[in-house]
Every structure is written in structure tokens, then in C-alpha cells.
């Protein structure tokens, strides 16, 4: 590995560059910046940065951060990523933009953003679950979550909870409706009450398994997740 830190005269903010290729090469940073208290961590300059499992635990604990700004990051070898526990316990972070992180062999997502209840907007737009066997606590306490955006995403056809995120926008809620793999199991979507309660509510059309929010529609959200996905919501 050749990972190299710059900025390390700012205790505020850290600039990453170089080579990364496990996990492993990472934990020295990760320590690094706890004990300095990092609030703003850029990523962009790692280079190398497609191993398997690379971001398992990665970031979790940093509790002084409020911004990341991930690389380039994308399977290209293949492998299969756990992406466990990568921001939980990150209370104070309140930007992350995974939109540039494709992911298509993720196989757990445990934890991943448990705690960061500063949380306003997580992109995943490029994750393929569809691999995925524990989901456990992924957005446990995201209090203030507001806009999931997951724009190409796919769900796994396992049971998963948003039961934490009470100010989950319409949008929100239509993009992972359409996320959402056709199942005949009957998985379990499980919702805070507020937003669970606007999905009778919201009307609209579905045309080739997608919805679309329409008032004039004639069909309910709830409705669709019930009958055209297969899903139950609790």
C-alpha cells in the first residue's frame, strides 16, 4: 500500500492520496483522525481503491465527522464487499455522497449508517443488493432522514427497516417503492408510523412495474407495494 496523509496540520479538515488496497492499509488513518478530531475527510485522491472488502468498518466511530467525500469506488475485481458498519456511530455527519460508489456484489449492509442521525439525504443510487443477506440496523436511528435517493438501485428480497426515519419524504418513499424486488415471500418493509401512514395517500399511475406519483392515479402507494411488489409493510 502507499497511502499518504496531507493536510496533517489541520486537525479540522484531511486530504487522502495514494494507493488503497485493504482495509487494513486504512486503520492507521482511522485513528488518526479520532484522535485529532477530523470533521472534513476528502477521499477523491485514493486512486486504488477496488479490493474486496475494502469498506468493511472503514469509517465507523468518527464522531467529529460532518463531510466525506468519497473516490471513484466500483467491483472491478469482482469481489464480493461488505459494506457493514462503514459511517455507523458517525452522529455528526451531515454530508455523504455515495453516488459515484458502485457497488453490484454487496452481500451485507449491516449497520451501515446506524447512528448517523444528522443524516438529512443518503444517495445509493448505484448499489445492487440484490446479494445481500443482513441488513440489520442499515439505517438504524437515521432521525433525520429526509430524501433516500436510490435512482437505479436494487433492494435485496430480504426484510429491511427505514422504522427510525419519521421525516422520510413522499419521494422517498415512491424511490424505494420502485427499488423494490417483486417477491413471492412477502418480506417486510418496515416504516416509522408517520411515513407509513401517508402511503394510503399517496396516488398515482404504474406503468412496466414502475410508479409514478400522479393525484388523478388510481393507484395508492401502498397498494402498489402490497399487490405489484409483494411486499408487506409494517
Wanted: charged residues 10%; glycine residues 6%.
Amino acid at each position: 500500500s502507499n497511502v499518504n496523509i496531507t493536510d496533517i496540520h489541520s486537525l479540522v479538515a484531511m486530504t487522502l492520496r495514494g494507493n488503497l488496497r485493504t482495509v487494513f492499509d486504512f486503520y492507521p488513518a482511522t485513528s488518526y483522525f479520532k484522535q485529532n478530531a477530523i470533521q472534513v475527510l476528502d477521499m477523491s485522491g485514493l486512486n486504488e481503491f477496488t479490493a474486496e472488502k475494502v469498506i468493511y468498518n472503514m469509517l465507523s466511530g468518527l464522531t467529529s465527522l460532518i463531510q466525506i467525500k468519497f473516490p471513484t469506488f466500483t467491483n472491478a475485481l469482482g469481489g464480493r464487499y461488505n459494506t457493514s458498519y462503514l459511517f455507523n456511530g458517525n452522529f455528526n455527519l451531515r454530508e455523504v455522497d455515495l453516488s459515484i460508489v458502485s457497488i453490484t456484489n454487496a452481500v451485507s449492509t449491516e449497520y451501515m449508517f446506524s447512528g448517523c442521525t444528522a443524516l438529512s439525504t443518503i444517495d445509493i443510487s448505484n448499489f445492487d443488493m440484490s446479494l445481500v443477506t443482513y441488513t440489520t440496523a442499515m439505517f438504524s436511528n437515521c432521525t433525520s432522514l429526509e430524501n433516500l435517493i436510490c435512482t437505479d438501485t436494487i433492494f435485496p428480497s430480504i426484510s429491511f427497516s427505514l422504522g427510525n426515519s419519521p421525516l422520510l419524504k413522499n419521494s422517498s418513499l415512491i424511490n424505494v417503492a420502485n427499488a423494490l424486488p417483486v417477491v413471492s415471500t412477502s418480506p417486510t418493509l418496515t416504516l416509522h408510523a408517520t411515513p407509513k401512514a401517508r402511503l394510503s395517500t399517496i396516488m398515482g399511475t404504474v406503468a412496466d412495474g414502475v410508479f409514478t406519483a400522479d393525484e388523478s392515479g388510481d393507484t395508492t402507494l401502498l397498494s402498489f407495494i402490497n399487490n405489484k411488489k409483494g411486499w408487506t409493510v409494517a
